[in-house]
């Protein structure tokens, strides 16, 4: 892990999901919001990895409970999943949603929540199984297919206070799965989708 004084220079590769964590409290420093393009450029880079990992950690953390948050996330996802299915190399995001903001005292409490989690994580993930999360290769359109209907789920989910966990968790996986090249933890991702779809579904059946 690297010290928490030391800013990630532009481009620099994430070690893992704790030192994702790190740039964001690094990013949430400061008093006042921080938006989710400054979450983003904390990151250091705009690999379709951190793109899809950054909106996970929003969704799957405490600050999916802001009205409006899970949506504009979902609207990010949905447009980084289509242009990985158009296998375009560099991704276009709206300005209004970029500039959805939460306060840095939520943040570092989110942060705060996840790190413990971070921890096991990146001892368990590693380079493995790389043919199955190779954002290079065929794996990459189920991916982008599976998260792709993981956004248009959210909006609707947003009626359930944080029932958009379960999307947030499979974004992370999928995220975190194309930034370390870890297969398995792909399937992983995929098998928590199929809970959240199941879930999704009975949600919107006992609304209806």
Known sequence: MSD?????APGATIAGLEDLLERLAEAARREGQV???EMLAAAGQRSFGVLLLVPGLIVLSPLSGMPGLPTAVAVLVLLVAV???CRRHHVWLPEWALRRSVSTGLLQRAVRILRPVARVVDRLTRPRLRVLA???GL????????????ALTMPPLELIPFANSVAGAALTAFGLALVTRDGLLALVAGAICATGFWLAASSMLSLA
Do not use: F, H
């Open 83 to 85: 242009q990985l299915l």
């Open 35 to 37: 938006s989710v393009a």
């Open 139 to 150: 794996a990459l359109y189920p991916i982008a297919l599976l998260c792709l209907l993981i």
């Open 4 to 8: 928490s004084n030391e800013r990630p």
């Open 134 to 136: 190779d954002a290079e």
